[in-house]
């Protein structure tokens, strides 16, 4: 597999440990599965821990939709407003 960020190097599987933030605190993950390159050390990591990993922290956290999608569903419902209930007869 190439890798997508130098296009050079390829991608070797490995474990590592995944680092992220909740709130202020950093959260580590030891031994994730992920791809790294062999060139630029670019990182992948599988997108479907990824995913379960952010569902779990949706429930520790109980946030009730991640950010990006609470605005979405913000600005819908103002758009909702804009649009006439029915028609003017
Ligand atoms: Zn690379």
Redesign the pocket.
């Known amino acids: 597999m190439k890798?997508?960020?130098?296009?050079?190097?390829?991608?070797h599987s490995t474990k590592m440990p995944y680092i992220t933030f909740l709130d202020d605190q950093i959260m580590i993950v030891p031994d994730v599965s992920a791809y790294r390159?062999?060139?630029?050390?670019?990182v992948l990591f599988n997108k479907g821990f990824l995913e379960q990993l952010q569902y779990l922290l949706d429930k520790l956290t109980e946030a009730e939709y991640p950010p990006a999608t609470a605005e979405w569903l913000a600005l819908n419902e103002q758009l909702g407003h804009w649009q006439p209930s029915d028609r003017m007869s």
Do not use: A, E, P, V
């Not at 997508?4 to 390829?10: A, L």
């Not at 390159?37 to 670019?42: F, L, P």
């Open positions: 890798c997508n960020h130098c296009r050079i190097g390829h991608l390159c062999d060139m630029c050390g670019d």
